[in-house]
């Protein structure tokens, strides 16, 4: 888990060992074009239902998540070397896609903290092969998460 940015967990998914991932940096892996924003998270304000003309009744929603994770062959780890697991491009595909369909799990987050949450969306794109350390190509997946 320490060899990657932000992880997902749950007891039917790899055993319950942490999954992890790294988001789809510009640059990350050798790949130009990858978003120059790919991770985002925020609280929505929630207007009051009894009184939505006035902002100061609303109240802070959950904390949401959209991340695009870098799904490629060839990442190199938090540590400067590819990460000890030896995940492969569709190896973490299979693992994101394991997680859709939960009706929770966990996310270690970037910032250090573990929260309870659900996957509310996911898209990917495919990434063609483009050089001779990504032969296969790839994928950026983003998906969207909400604390529960």
């Known amino acids: 888990m320490g060899d990657y940015e932000f992880s997902l967990r749950h007891a039917s998914v790899r ?6 991932f790294m988001p789809a940096r510009q640059g990350l892996g050798g790949v130009a074009g990858l978003g120059a924003r790919p991770y985002r998270r ?5 207007p009051s239902a009894t009184d939505p003309n006035n902002l100061a009744a609303g109240s ?5 998540w959209q991340i695009d ?4 062959d060839g990442l190199v780890g938090t540590a400067g070397a590819p990460p000890l697991d030896g995940r492969t491009a569709a190896d973490m595909r299979a693992d ?3 997680f859709t369909d939960l009706p929770g799990m966990q996310l270690l987050d970037l910032d250090g903290a573990i ?3 659900q996957m509310v969306g996911y898209t990917e794109q ?3 092969p483009f050089d001779a350390r990504h032969p296969n190509g790839g994928w950026v997946a983003q998906i969207t998460l909400v604390e529960l």
């Not at 925020?42 to 929630?46: C, G, L, S």
């Not at 802070?60 to 949401?64: I, N, S, V």
């Not at 994770?69 to 490629?72: D, F, Y």
């Open 69 to 72: 994770a870098a799904l490629l």
């Open 42 to 46: 925020w609280r929505p304000w929630i």
């Open 15 to 20: 055993e319950g060992e942490w999954a992890g």
């Open 126 to 128: 495919a990434l063609e």
């Open 115 to 117: 929260y309870t949450v």
């Open 60 to 64: 802070w929603g959950a904390w949401q």
């Open 96 to 98: 994101l896609l394991a």
